[in-house]
């Protein structure tokens, strides 16, 4: 019988940019590439932690379809400029950002106060513009970890400060994950698979660490599912044993004989 053989070449090719690599595997058993391009894809843009703006608060703002005095953006386009800030955070907890602006000039993340928990990774990005010598803004900014897409229906029963503006947030680190199909050879079989991934990540980690981080995940679940089996099937074998101890067991009974008949002359 043909045996699944494992791969015997792993290779990965880091691009100019870390946060960009590829992934190639090969040769896989035909029909692997799929299933573990699939699976990967997967966790890489849905299970890693990240971290993203949740909520924020602007001076003379109460709801986001308004506009702001001598600002050139209106809320809706500052909310979605902050949306695409990218942050390691280093607590548990939600940190509060403050940013604070004044005469005419570019507003970007660099002015955002710095914080201890929190860095950066893209401080070129513009939040607003300030069109007036005499304009100002000032906004808090909470940021905070999770895992995927977090809509603002999920937020309704944080306690918020009021005016506080509730923000949908996607944490994934990964931007986006393509993988392709190419033929593979194997002595004379040429139906093996070989798998190459494409992987970008918005600079809080590697595109390296993304893969890493996503095969421990695929790994442990994969581990656990083997190792209850394997206890399940031990116990199983162990219920159809039947052990009788010595002190209960009982002895055979001797069949008695019959006496034989004495035949009176």
């Not at 070449?9 to 029909?31: F, H, S």
């Not at 977090?150 to 949908?168: S, Y």
């Not at 079989?189 to 070989?194: A, L, P, Q, V």
């Not at 992987?199 to 209850?228: C, P, R």
């Amino acid at each position: 019988m043909e045996q699944i053989s494992l791969p015997t070449k792993i290779d990965y090719q880091r691009e100019a940019d870390a946060r960009t690599g590829t992934l190639v595997i090969e040769p896989l058993y035909p029909g692997y590439g799929t299933t573990i391009g699939i699976a990967l894809r997967r966790v890489l843009l849905s299970s890693l932690p990240g971290a993203a703006v949740t909520a924020v608060k602007i001076q003379n703002a109460p709801h986001e379809f308004t506009t702001l005095p001598k600002v050139q953006e209106d809320v809706l386009q500052i909310i979605l400029n902050l949306k695409q800030l990218r942050v390691k955070v280093f607590s548990d907890e939600p940190v509060r950002l403050r940013l604070a602006a004044k005469g005419e000039c570019r507003v970007t993340a660099a002015d955002i106060e710095k914080d201890s928990n929190v860095i950066i990774v893209n401080p070129d990005l513009l939040i607003a513009t300030l069109t007036a010598r005499n304009a100002e803004l000032e906004m808090d900014i909470w940021v905070s970890q999770g895992r995927g897409y977090v809509p603002t229906e999920a937020r309704e029963k944080e306690k918020m400060e009021i005016g506080t503006i509730a923000i949908d947030s996607f944490f994934s680190p990964v931007h986006q994950v393509t993988f392709r199909i190419e033929p593979a050879r194997v002595g004379q079989m040429t139906n093996y698979d070989k798998l190459i991934m494409n992987i970008s990540t918005d600079g809080t980690i590697t595109a390296a660490e993304a893969v890493l981080a996503a095969g421990k995940l695929l790994t442990s679940h994969l581990m656990l599912v083997s190792e209850s089996l394997v206890t399940a099937a031990e116990t199983a074998a162990a219920d159809t044993t039947v052990t009788v101890p010595e002190e209960t067991a009982v002895a055979p009974k001797k069949k008695r004989g019959r006496k034989p008949k004495v035949k009176e002359e």
